[in-house]
């Protein structure tokens, strides 16, 4: 019996699913210290009024075993937008069975569909599974850019120059 694997936009009701899954990743990760998001704020800014991501649940035979957050972005040099992957998650005991390819492949779809140029994201450097996943669909690592963020404190002092 071959498994059936289904990609659909995640909806209102998928928010204490998607905080699980994020959960469970920043645990993979090492980052839950980071993880402050809850069922608040994803319904605000993936559902609300004005809603800045979107998502996508990947289905294994009914059961949702992973997702795709994600936003339009835009190239300057190409002149047009793209989408930009921040997060992709299978649940350990259902990778390899085609979900995390089904998540990617959706959302190419959506670039290719809409014309937009491109389909970024990063993947921490010492995450070998996912980077030899990721260059078997033919992705190839930006290593000569350096990636910076602005949070907390610092995004405060920023703001107020």
Not at 130 to 136: G, L, P, S, V
Not at 148 to 157: D, I, N, S
Request: hydrophobic share 40%; proline share 4%; with cysteine.
């Amino acid at each position: 019996m071959s498994d059936t694997i289904r990609i659909r936009p995640a909806a209102a009701t998928d928010v204490a699913q998607l905080i699980q899954f994020i959960s469970e990743l920043a645990d993979y990760e090492n980052r839950s210290y980071e993880m402050v998001a809850d069922e608040a704020s994803l319904q605000q800014w993936l559902f609300g009024e004005d809603p800045v991501a979107q998502a996508v649940v990947g289905e294994l035979d009914g059961e949702a075993v992973g997702f795709a957050l994600f936003f339009r972005s835009f190239s300057t040099f190409l002149g047009r937008p793209g989408i930009y992957l921040e997060d992709l998650y299978v649940t350990p005991d259902q990778r390899g069975r085609g979900v995390g390819g089904a998540l990617l492949s959706h959302l190419a779809g959506i670039c290719v569909e809409h014309g937009y140029g491109r389909l970024d994201w990063s993947v921490l450097d010492w995450n070998q599974p996912a980077i030899r996943f990721y260059e078997n669909l033919g992705a190839k690592p930006q290593s000569e850019w350096t990636m910076y963020r602005l949070t907390g404190q610092a995004l405060q002092r920023v703001a107020e120059r």
